[in-house]
């Protein structure tokens, strides 16, 4: 099973990449996790931002892997506990299919792209930097790893 994070944006600060990276360096093979970056639309006077997001839907969409769980994280999706994300990573597991996790850039994800998403996710009532998602995320995914392996990392 991959962990495929799509991600618009590039050229993160370093701190963003070095958090990420920590995390996904320590997910074992059979639960990788990788990270998309996708190109953000310029914004230009008079191109209306529901374009700009379409614009860049596309991209998320030819970067997701054929036949994967789609979860767009969204502020407005569902709230899960990290007991509730090790669940649902360990029946996705199970079933033997990726997941990708849609990312959006300053003005979040298309809503054409949110309502194809299998699930829309809630990583926090906050709004969150993209940036900050992305650290987020690579951390609650190496969590709740460590729920399923009964590993010591999660002391809830």
């Known amino acids: 099973m991959?962990?495929?994070?799509?991600?618009?944006?590039?050229?993160?600060?370093?701190?963003?990449?070095?958090?990420?990276e920590q995390y996904r360096a320590r997910?074992?093979?059979?639960?990788?996790?990788?990270?998309?970056?996708v190109k953000p639309e310029k914004r230009a006077v008079g191109i209306a931002a529901e374009r700009v997001l379409g614009l860049e839907a596309e991209r998320i969409r030819a970067a997701l892997p054929r036949g994967c769980v789609?979860?767009?994280?969204?502020?407005?999706?569902?709230?899960?506990?990290?007991?509730?994300?090790?669940?649902?990573l360990g029946a996705w597991r199970q079933d033997g299919r990726d997941v990708g996790f849609m990312i959006g850039g300053a003005d979040g994800l298309a809503s054409a792209l949110k309502a194809r998403a299998d699930m829309r996710l809630s990583l926090s009532a906050l709004t969150l930097p993209h940036a900050l998602a992305r650290?987020?995320?690579a951390e609650q995914l190496y969590r709740a790893h460590t729920i399923l392996s009964g590993h010591p990392y999660h002391r809830a």
């Open 2 to 20: 991959r962990l495929v994070v799509v991600a618009v944006g590039a050229r993160m600060p370093a701190w963003v990449d070095a958090a990420f």
């Open 27 to 37: 997910m074992p093979r059979e639960a990788r996790v990788e990270l998309i970056e």
């Open 70 to 88: 789609q979860v767009a994280l969204d502020q407005r999706g569902r709230a899960w506990s990290s007991a509730e994300l090790a669940a649902a």
């Open 135 to 137: 650290v987020v995320l």
